[in-house]
């Protein structure tokens, strides 16, 4: 078991000031891996402080040399994307392979669209008779959740440290290894002291101490909606602006001209990947009534090669796992139909669910509204295009979706019926520079290329 006794903050590795920790538990078979600290409010403190103290010659330095530092920042995660992948297995409990892909490759890719993004945007601009400046909001307090524990890092970091702002990191409790990984590859960068600073703690007290903290001038968190009202509030009281990235129930709407057993495929596949524990994963699939039958037997087909313990891994926490479970009890009772898994628990060790597929699911159900964060489909009927987007649109979350039609054109023009920010057309593939973010109660804002870098951005005009 390895032992962490320090924080990053103004440069260097320091105890931390309390005594307490932090187990970070391997879910997959339930033994404590490691030790954090528990950062306390002055831990929090002291790391505000040094990003204040950095932050006006970090915002002095020119976008060219602070693309420089985010490329030696991606030049050291990929030297060490291994053991990235191999950490976030350990802590997390995601397959290794899905870690290697996912977990330690797109992180790479979103740092370098901000490497190369840093370099070539546009920080003053010409309106008129006036001059345009696109300056740094400040310190940013960044609080990042445990599902995708290096993307949501660095999905903050980097556009924050590309426009200029000093960060101060609090990452989830349950996976802050990677984070230490992280801060170690910005250490090795050698971006100068107090620009990037990281305290491990628990969110009702680092992460708290953080949003409500005087000396930050925008948190950007992501996690719970619930949570996330909670830190717009503190953010509130104090007019401190925020980015919140929350919950989803996403529609995979799947039309009738479609290519069903692929929209099937795919669909099962992206509410199995990592565990079903994505806040953009598609949760509803909506299917025309007269291609529902035929759905459901797909459906129910694609779930049974994903054998927990191999194609899928266990939930981060038994904490989780027992949520899950509770979700899949309560669509048996309001009426759903199991037609692969249920809430039985899979065999051995480890925070498993099995697999599940509901049938007979109505959009006033429990699991048709609330966000299950579990390898857990319900699918639902519709009449007709009016219906599907009625079903679509109604629980309060509009974060992504996909749409499944026989061409593009006829999927755009549904998509664009769709409250949400981002949508899917025929298994588009993901772009680490299109904007992603929700509309109601998925959140406030929007990550990834250009229009991520906005939010770290205030505005100033000069009138000559």
């Given amino acids: 078991m390895k032992q962490h006794d320090a924080m990053y903050i103004d440069g260097s590795w320091r105890p931390a000031g309390g005594s307490g920790t932090i187990e970070v538990v391997n879910p997959a078979d339930e033994q404590v891996i490691a030790t954090v600290p528990a950062g306390s409010a002055q831990d929090v403190d002291a790391a505000v402080r040094a990003a204040r103290a950095a932050l006006p010659g970090w915002a002095a330095t020119p976008p060219a040399e602070r693309a420089a530092h985010l490329a030696a920042l991606h030049d050291q995660l990929a030297a060490r994307a291994e053991e990235i992948a191999e950490t976030v297995t350990a802590e997390l409990g995601s397959p290794l392979d899905f870690s290697r892909m996912v977990h330690a490759g797109v992180p790479l890719a979103v740092c370098g669209s901000y490497a190369e993004l840093a370099g070539t945007y546009a920080f003053e601009e010409k309106i008129g008779n006036s001059t345009v400046l696109h300056e740094p909001v400040g310190v940013v307090g960044a609080i990042t959740p445990w599902n995708y524990p290096l993307h949501q890092v660095v999905a903050k970091v980097a556009p924050a440290l590309a426009a200029g702002c000093t960060v101060v990191l609090k990452p989830a409790e349950d996976t802050p290894l990677v984070a230490q990984l992280f801060a170690e590859c910005v250490d090795a960068a050698r971006i100068p002291a107090g620009v990037f600073n990281l305290v491990t703690g628990l969110g009702p007290v680092a992460g708290q101490a953080l949003a409500e903290h005087e000396g930050v001038d925008l948190v950007s968190f992501t996690g719970s909606t619930a949570v996330g009202k909670r830190i717009g509030a503190l953010a509130g009281a104090a007019v401190k602006r925020v980015a919140l990235e929350l919950g989803g129930k996403s529609a995979n709407v799947i039309l009738p001209s479609a290519d069903l057993p692929k929209a099937v495929a795919v669909g099962v596949a992206n509410v199995m990947a990592n565990s079903g524990q994505t806040c953009s994963a598609w949760t509803r699939m909506l299917v025309h009534k007269d291609r529902y039958a035929e ?126 920010g981002q949508v899917d057309i025929n298994g588009g593939r993901f772009n680490p520079l299109a904007p992603f973010g929700g509309y109601k109660q998925s959140g406030i804002g929007r990550e990834l290329g250009p229009h991520g870098l906005t939010e770290y951005l205030q505005t100033k005009s000069l009138q000559f």
């Fill in 295 to 420: 759905a459901v037997e797909l459906a129910t087909a694609a779930a049974a090669k994903y054998v927990p313990g191999e194609r899928v891994g266990p939930l981060v926490s038994a904490r989780q796992r027992d949520r899950v479970r509770g979700y899949i009890e309560q669509g048996i009772a309001e009426g759903a139909r199991v037609v692969a898994g249920g809430p039985q628990t899979p065999a051995g060790t480890g925070f498993y669910v099995t697999p599940t597929v509901f049938a007979d699911v109505t959009p006033e159900m429990t699991i048709a509204q609330e966000e299950i964060f579990g390898p857990v489909l319900p699918i639902l009927k519709y009449e007709d295009e009016d219906d599907a987007a009625r079903i679509a649109n109604d629980t309060v979350y509009g974060l992504a979706g996909a749409v499944w039609a026989g061409d593009d054109a006829e999927a755009v023009a549904f998509a664009r019926r769709l409250d949400t």
